[in-house]
């Protein structure tokens, strides 16, 4: 594994990336509820929602193998429970809020206006447990009568959560247990195996048609970059290569009409590869540098609990009021809303949990954040 670490405006870039992809999630489900802008969801182009999600396993791909390599070189004792407390940390702290977030929301919806309640099926004990514990979507679920597992109440979005959780699982045991400890036992693939049903079974199937090659396709451009085969290659045909990937990607986009494409999702890998070594070299600002990282510090949240804003607002203010004025207040309430959780829960409780579980894991010894990435 070689040494290599992301410079300043590479980080940044991949922080722009990433919360401009939540904020066109957002968008995307905005424009499907009230039925505007036309032109940019099918049958005029692939739903752009969809796009972003691509990018966002893209985008997961390339910055958990980066941080886990990194780690592992950084300190020979990184293992396994370390990994998992900065996933735990990672996804549950905003998660779980979230999920709460949904409940009350839904609760509110209902009990307004049950027979407009559009999520009664899902909105029980057992599905909300199952989402706890990442069981949406679970493929052995679906091959039962009656008994499939889907995201909680009007949560839509949390079916991809789960496909990350368990390629995270995955992942992690293969590259810290198996093949950092060089131990392949019986038990250890048996665990390997549980861990992975999900990642396997999202390989070329389930919804989004194959989420986990496209992670797979992030890791696959953490490995390129690490060879830095662009080193004495000239900016400008780098740009010139990143434009025209985007254009055939946008290209293939319109011409499948389909956002989960593989092919396409190979040329938008091809686009991050680029512009991660366009941007490692550029200066950027503080002021820019402080907006893009405080739009990304709340985009998790917005993730996850905007749709059921966006229904919110369907189901309770549709026909008072333009469309156009309807989601303008969804997007702005989405984002006031996933701020005032997801600053607290995204930056500092985060960061709590995460030297909580540290402090377990090595008998009260807190490693220092900053080498921890």
């Known amino acids: 594994m070689k040494e290599y670490k992301l410079k300043e405006g590479s980080s940044v870039i991949l922080d722009l990336i990433r919360g401009v992809s939540a904020q066109i999630v957002v968008v995307g489900h905005g424009i499907s509820f ?18 972003a999600v691509l990018i966002f396993f893209l985008l997961s791909g390339f910055l958990i193998s980066y941080s886990t390599v990194r780690k592992i070189l950084i300190d020979n004792n ?8 900065d996933r735990f940390s990672r996804i549950y702290t ?44 679970y493929p ?13 109440g009007s949560a ?17 045991y ?20 549980f861990f992975s049903i999900v990642p396997v079974f999202n390989l070329i199937m389930g919804r989004g048609n ?16 690490t060879l830095d085969i662009l080193k004495e290659t000239n900016q400008n045909f780098k740009l010139l290569f990143a434009i025209l990937s985007t254009g055939l990607a946008l290209s293939r986009a319109y011409l499948k009409m389909d956002a989960y494409d593989p092919i396409f999702a190979f040329l938008l890998a091809i686009t991050l590869w680029l512009i991660i070594d366009i941007y490692k070299d550029k200066n950027i600002s503080q002021n820019t540098i402080k907006i893009i990282k405080y739009n990304a510090s709340y985009s998790y949240t917005l993730y996850l609990v905007h749709y059921s804003i966006l229904s919110f607002i369907k189901t309770h203010f549709d026909n008072t009021a333009s469309p156009y004025l309807l989601f303008i207040i969804g997007i702005v309430s989405a984002n006031i809303i996933s701020i ?11 960061k709590k949990v995460k030297l909580f579980l540290y402090s377990k894991i090595d008998d009260g010894r807190i490693y220092n954040e900053k080498p921890r990435l």
């Open 34 to 51: 009230f039925g505007i802008f036309t032109f940019l969801h099918e049958p005029n182009f692939p739903w752009i929602q969809n796009i």
């Open 78 to 85: 990184y293992g396994f429970k370390h990994y998992f407390a």
């Open 94 to 137: 905003a998660f779980i809020p979230s999920i709460i977030f949904v409940l009350i929301i839904d609760l509110i919806s209902k009990r307004l206006q049950p027979l407009s309640y559009a999520y009664a099926e899902v909105f029980d004990v057992k599905t909300f447990i199952a989402n706890i514990f990442m069981l949406q979507d």
């Open 140 to 152: 052995i679920f679906s091959f039962l009568p009656n008994n499939s597992i889907m995201s909680f």
């Open 156 to 172: 839509r979005p949390f079916w991809t959560l789960a496909i990350e959780w368990w390629i995270y699982l995955a992942f992690g």
């Open 174 to 193: 293969l590259m810290l247990v198996i093949l950092k400890k060089n131990k392949v036992t019986i038990s250890n693939l048996m665990v390997l195996s």
């Open 210 to 225: 194959g989420l986990t090659t496209y992670w797979v396709f992030g890791l696959i451009v953490y490995i390129v970059s």
């Open 340 to 350: 005032l959780i997801g600053r607290y829960t995204e930056l500092r409780l985060t």
